[in-house]
C-alpha cells in the first residue's frame, strides 16, 4: 500500500484544516487507517483510527473533539477533520494504515510521507 498525505499548512489559531490521505496499491477497504502525529522533539501519538467500514474510530486525547476521522472507500481516502486549532497541533500528521485494528503505531505495516500542520498564535 501507498499512502500519500496532504492539506497540511499554515493556518491561525482558531482556524480548521483538512488532510486527505490517498491510497493505492491494495485494497484500501480491507485497512484500518490511522493519523497519527508528531511535534519536534516529542514522541509520536495517536490522533485518530478509523475500521474497514467506517463504522467504528477511536481518538486520542491530544485533540479529541477538535478532530473528525471520516473516509471514503470510494476514493479509496481517508480524511482527517481539525478544528479550533492550537499552536501545540503544530505537528508533522501522518496516515498510517493496518490489517489489523490496533491503537499501537508500531503494528502499522504502511505509511504515508506526512503533512506539515503548522499553527501559528
Known amino acids: 500500500v501507498q499512502l500519500q498525505a496532504s492539506g497540511g499548512g499554515l493556518v491561525q489559531a482558531g482556524g480548521s484544516l483538512r488532510l486527505s490521505c490517498a491510497a493505492s496499491g491494495s485494497i484500501f477497504s480491507l485497512k484500518n487507517m490511522a493519523w497519527y502525529r508528531q511535534a519536534p522533539g516529542k514522541q509520536r501519538e495517536l490522533v485518530a483510527l478509523i475500521s474497514l467500514t467506517g463504522s467504528s474510530t477511536i481518538y486520542g486525547d491530544s485533540a479529541k473533539g477538535r478532530c473528525t476521522v471520516s473516509r471514503d472507500n470510494a476514493k479509496d481516502t481517508v480524511y482527517l477533520q481539525l478544528s479550533s486549532l492550537k499552536p501545540e497541533d503544530t505537528a508533522v500528521y501522518y496516515c498510517?494504515?493496518?490489517?489489523?485494528?490496533?491503537?499501537?503505531?508500531?503494528?502499522?505495516?504502511?505509511w504515508g510521507q506526512g503533512t506539515l500542520v503548522t499553527v501559528s498564535s
Open positions: 498510517a494504515a493496518s490489517e489489523i485494528w490496533t491503537t499501537l503505531g508500531h503494528q502499522y505495516k504502511y
